[in-house]
């Protein structure tokens, strides 16, 4: 099952597109970070996954097929949004009270003992929680309403490294425990790397890469070699070239078996360098085909 | 960081039902009971002030129905300590009462989400955006007329003895005027009607500007608006007026038969006659009346003398001129009421459901 899938899906407000033609499709049963700098169009994939935004163009479905913003989607879609607004003037209880009387599932257990757990008193207004603890309360609720997929904009981005920790955390223990779907958005890389088993990079409002993080690692490399000798290496997809007094590094698309040029070096790259080199070049990166896609044309390849 | 594990999911098949309505009840309580206070505190503090004036108002009017002879003095004094608080004595003050709720309850249910963004929150529910709304729209809709009702029919008992055209009362100018915008949508089902709307015209207006205070800003624009026109002008058009030829009597208030005029126009020779030209005859047609004075002796007896407008009317009538005019009879209160009722009623409901379609349709 696919948790989100896109096809030609489009967004343009006023004459800019904020997402076009994009085409993805992200399995169940990953973490998936949505990575892309300001204005990439995270948040709108996110907002028309789960119907806040209609599509301008294309079409989106979740959880299998449920059309994105219908009922049978709402019930299994937990979401998070950006800065996590809540009602400032009503206490966590409130809230608790609040979700259980808006959904069909609600665990007023699990959601008590876990406030408990983090310390946030159930009689505090949410607006007099700190950031961290706002979040937290946000991310109970989603998963006290044991939804099928999770979904989460920029979650840890107003979030200080421990309060950050602790919410990555949770996120993976309810994963683990109960095999909810993850999709979020982030430009925190350094975070990604340690959550991430799923990796869509959007760019100018396109998909740029799509796959599953330990295929894009394994089949990727970092070649380096003398700066004149750059041409030696023509024979593989370049995905960035940095190119200095002596030396020259490139990250192509080659597996371990592939050979290195003589005078070369190949290394094993990093999700973040792996990101960063992509989000560098956003025009001329070929993109590694998303082997999920069998019945759709790669996306985001560049024109 | 949490050792706790979430227990397996339910059953799936109830997914496929939507989350029962009445749950909604207790969220619009909760987010709403401070609006809904407000308001039934505000209505009750008011309505103890009307009480104690009509509780006098009654009194004095019992006392001067009563009294006998009705010419005599001690009646006169009676009937001049009948009167109206300055307060509620036009009607106009209250008037203002529908639009507070329509800005104050109507307007924030839905720019205040919008606002702050915890629309994200509450249409990502299992419970549905358009099924929250109308959940939320339909219940504080029907409160807010409910309160607005029970206050109306205090303030129609407060306003009875005004309209109960008996002598020795009938100096009293208010009963011909019982359609007037004053009076009219204070009573009878108009002020509840009023209400509805007032909080339907909120509602819409901050899903459309998704600003509080704008949207309370609107809200009152448009009320006032809506108001005018239909107290100035479509009140007295609902049924087609009866029109009356050269009938100088509605000038006098006639309290067995209270009439409301609607238009007044001239006619000479089957064509109209502009009103400024109207105006430029009757004049020099008074001038021309008035007995020429030389002496202040004279002039003593010429001030009896002097042309009443009835005179210079009939004068003009003898000659070919025709004064039409158009009026509403009181006794149409209750039905002018029930077709005010109903469109405003229409107005709301088809308010409402554009504001529904629009938290369906809308794009964040």
Known sequence: MNVIEASGLGKRYGSTWALRECTLAIPAGHVAALVGPNGAGKTTLLNMAVGLATPSAGRVTVLGGRPAGSLAALDGIAFVAQDTPMYKNLSAADMLHLTRNLNHRFDQHYAEARLADLGIPLKRKAGRLSGGQQAQLALTLALARHPLLLLLDEPVAMLDPIARHDFMATVLTAMADEGVSVVLSSHVLAELERVADYLIVLSRGQVQVAGEVDDLLASHRMLTGPAGEVARCAGRPVVQLRRGEVQAHMLVRATADNPVPAGWEAHPVGLEELVLAYLREPGAAALPGPTLLRDAEPSGVTQ | ??????????????????????????????????????????????????????????????????????????????????????????????????????????????????????????????????????????????????????????????????????????????????????????????????????????????????????????????????AFATGLYLRLHYLPPEVARNSFSFFVSDPARPVVVVSQWWTKGGTTVSPSAMNQVINSTFQRMMPVVHSSKEGAVAALKQPTNLHVLHFLTQHGYTQWTSYQQASRFWPIQWIEGGWLFALAVLLMAATVWLVRRRAA
Request: aromatic share 12%.
């Open chain 2, 1 to 226: 960081m949490t050792a706790l594990s979430i227990p397996a999911r339910p059953a799936e098949d109830a997914s496929l039902r939507p989350v029962p309505w009445r749950r909604m009840g207790w969220v619009t309580w909760r987010q709403h009971r401070f609006a809904l206070t407000g308001v039934v505190v505000f209505l009750g503090a008011v309505a103890v002030y009307v009480w104690i004036n009509g509780l006098q108002l009654h009194h004095a009017y019992a006392a001067a129905a009563a009294c006998h002879p009705a010419t005599s003095l001690a009646c006169s004094r009676l009937i001049g300590e009948f009167r109206v608080g300055s307060f509620l004595a036009n009607g106009f003050n209250l008037q203002a009462v529908p639009a507070l709720i329509g800005a104050f309850a109507g307007a924030p249910v839905l720019a205040r989400e919008l606002e702050t963004g915890t629309f994200r929150y509450a249409w990502t529910q299992g419970f549905g955006r358009w099924r929250w709304a109308l959940a939320k729209l339909v219940p504080l809709a029907v409160a807010v007329t409910a309160a607005a009702g029970a206050f109306s029919a205090l303030l129609s008992w407060y306003y009875q003895p005004l309209f109960l055209a008996r002598n020795p009362l009938t100096l009293f100018p208010i009963p011909s005027n019982s359609l007037g915008a004053g009076m009219f949508d204070l009573r009878g089902v108009a002020f509840a009607a009023w209400t509805l709307a007032a909080f339907a015209i909120g509602a819409l207006a901050g899903m459309l500007i998704r600003r509080v205070v704008s949207a309370m800003a609107v809200t009152l624009a448009a009320y006032a608006g809506l």
